[in-house]
């Protein structure tokens, strides 16, 4: 799902359709339409979303598939969460039902029949980076801000966080994941978050050769021949390649508590400054979210594609009364006290045996 929570819809959100298509040049072109919401992700927008992909799978007319985020501020700022915390606490399912079919959704698009384009201008959040890192075709432009920031209301990345997250080289998964913090299009192309970079400027352009495309050899080329005149695939100067020794030693770490302990009095090359404001970052966090998180993300090292999104829904079932996450939400979203009880309150309170029991019998769940 994802940490980053809407802004309430406006009315003039709920009176147009949330997912805008429309096929074009033999393109398929879906729209997230809720910018007065930063595009959030509903259910009936999954659902939505799932209905066009599997009708243009089976459409020869359609090529293939573009998506983005209505407005400038964002592509998907992530999952409507306000809606699962008010399902929970009412005693409903729809928090339940988000998941499963989310889920179903994000492994949709990494599989797809046909070449997938993701727009990625603005925020690209939790939920919205479920439905970007499966396409085949990621770009970026100078307003893109990806993140994976659930730690942040005591939750932790999901949407195939556990496979996408720990195959970024070295550690920095790892650090995005258990930290939560944004990156911006450079290092989004270092991380291979994303594949392009286009000034967004360029966007109106990219849509009028993609209009007038005359389709020749694989779709897939097609495309790529079409953004290689607009979009670069590197940028220099990204922050987290200077970065990189100091995350991977911290990161490898054994646990959380020993990264913030280490962040605090080691220093690793020139990055005193970074270490201490990481330090300072992750004790703002949940720390059961970061431990849980931190195991998952090297358990998902080691699983293949599909078994990473069975194993964020076995702690999905769980975590709604056991994690810190309906705190998070009352503490950052609901009463905006911005001082949420976490349990532990800190990390030295982290219980490893407790962190290893959200992972009990899962592989009985997954056979």
């Known amino acids: 799902m994802t940490a980053q929570v809407s802004s309430e819809a406006s009315q003039a959100d709920n009176l147009q359709d949330e997912v805008l298509a429309d096929v074009r040049n033999h393109i398929g072109h879906l729209t997230l339409n809720r910018p007065a919401g930063l595009n959030a992700i509903t259910l009936d927008m999954v659902r939505s ?15 293939a ?29 729809l928090h339940e039902d988000f998941f499963v079919e989310e889920y179903a959704l994000d492994l949709a698009i990494h599989h797809y029949r046909k070449p997938v384009l993701a727009l990625m201008d603005g925020f690209v959040l939790g939920g919205g980076m479920g439905l970007v890192q499966g396409a085949d075709l ?50 989004a192309l270092y991380c291979g978050l994303a594949d392009w970079y286009l000034d967004s400027a360029k966007l109106a352009d990219l849509d009028q050769k993609l209009d007038r495309l005359a389709w020749q ?24 390649e200077a970065l990189r020794p100091a ?7 054994p646990d959380v508590p020993s990264m913030v302990e280490q962040l605090q009095e080691v220093t690793v090359a020139d990055s005193h400054q970074w270490a201490m404001n990481t330090a300072h970052l992750m004790q703002t966090r949940s720390p059961l979210a970061m431990g849980v998180t931190l195991e998952m993300l090297r358990r998902g090292r ?24 309906i705190e998070g939400v009352r503490a950052l979203i609901i009463d905006k006290d911005k001082a949420p009880r976490w349990n532990p309150p800190t990390l030295h309170g982290l219980d490893a045996t407790h962190v290893e029991s959200f992972f009990h019998n899962f592989t009985q769940v997954t056979n």
């Open 247 to 253: 995350i991977d030693h911290f990161f490898a770490l």
């Open 217 to 240: 050899d694989s779709p897939l080329k097609d495309l790529q021949g079409v953004l290689a005149k607009l979009a670069v695939q590197q940028l220099p100067d990204a922050p987290l």
């Open 49 to 63: 979303l799932t209905r066009h992909l599997q009708a243009w799978a089976d459409d020869p007319q359609v090529y």
């Open 302 to 325: 080691r699983l293949p594609l599909e078994q990473c999104f069975a194993l964020e829904l076995h702690l999905d079932r769980q975590w709604f009364k056991r994690g810190d996450l």
């Open 138 to 187: 990621r770009v970026v432009t100078e307003r893109s801000r990806l993140a994976m920031p659930e730690v942040a209301i005591g939750y932790f990345p999901d949407v195939g966080g556990s496979y996408f997250l720990p195959r970024i080289p070295g550690e920095l998964g790892i650090y995005l994941g258990v930290t939560g913090v944004q990156i911006r299009a450079a290092d």
């Open 65 to 93: 598939v573009v998506l983005r985020g209505a407005g400038e501020k964002a592509f998907c700022a992530g999952g409507d969460i306000r809606s699962l915390y008010d399902s929970f606490k009412n005693g409903d399912t």
